[in-house]
């Protein structure tokens, strides 16, 4: 089935951009979704097909999907942003959805 | 407001059975597809299995022929029957509304399963 391959972490400092790569076998040609969790909480959608942001999600949260690498990128970073993120995709061949593995992004 | 409450976890021994419940309420359930997902202590995001608005279901590997998820429209209410029960299914679970294909929109706070002797 299908993988998607995320860094295990990223570390930023205040203020500085985060990317967050997703990656995966032509994953370009099909919709990303993205999540970010907190701990101790569920998770929150914060990005759907690739690049939209839901209500409430700050612009400073942008995506793109090409090729075989999706991104999430976090611009002027903040102590909030502090959280694991997770890709997911539909998976029409064997009909499952598929999450990354997670990233954890670190505030420095 | 959207809201999902799980219930229905707890403790069990392997090869054993549980029935987790997601009481939906907030927005017009029966028009929405809906998901499982859990997460083992410390690890990643799993999805489990989900059901269409009519119905249709779909499931990991890891649980096909164990888990059986449905739904009740009239009670705003999803389901999922765990049997075959192992180690490796400890998790908290989540059930999720899934947005036609764009994600998921919608997340209860989960409920924890724990697979043990």
């Known amino acids: 089935s299908f993988v998607l391959t995320q860094p295990p972490s990223v570390s930023v400092a205040p203020g500085k951009t985060a990317s967050i790569t997703c990656g995966g076998n032509n994953v370009g040609s099909t919709s990303v979704h993205w999540y970010q969790q907190k701990p101790g909480q569920a998770p929150k959608l914060v990005m759907y097909?690739?690049?939209d942001r839901p209500a409430g999600i700050p612009e400073r949260l942008s995506g793109s999907n090409s090729g075989n690498t999706a991104t999430l990128t976090i611009s002027t970073v903040e102590a909030g942003d502090e959280a694991d993120y997770y890709c997911q995709v539909w998976d029409s061949s064997s009909d499952h959805w598929v999450f990354g593995g997670g990233t954890k992004l670190t505030v420095l | 407001e959207v809201q999902l409450l799980e219930s229905g976890g707890g403790l069990e021994q392997p090869g054993g059975s549980l029935r987790l419940s997601c009481a939906a309420s907030g927005f017009t359930f029966s028009t929405y597809a809906m998901d499982w997902v859990r997460q083992a202590p410390g690890k990643g995001l799993e999805w489990v299995s989900a059901i269409s608005r009519v119905g249709k279901t779909y499931y990991a590997d890891s649980v096909k022929g164990r888990f059986t998820i449905s739904r009740d429209n009239s009670k705003n209410t999803l389901y999922l029957h765990m049997s075959s029960l192992r180690a490796d299914d400890t998790a908290l679970y989540f059930c999720a509304k899934d947005e036609y294909g764009s994600g998921f929109d919608s997340w209860g706070q989960g409920t924890l399963v724990t697979v043990s002797s």
């Open positions: 097909y690739d690049s």
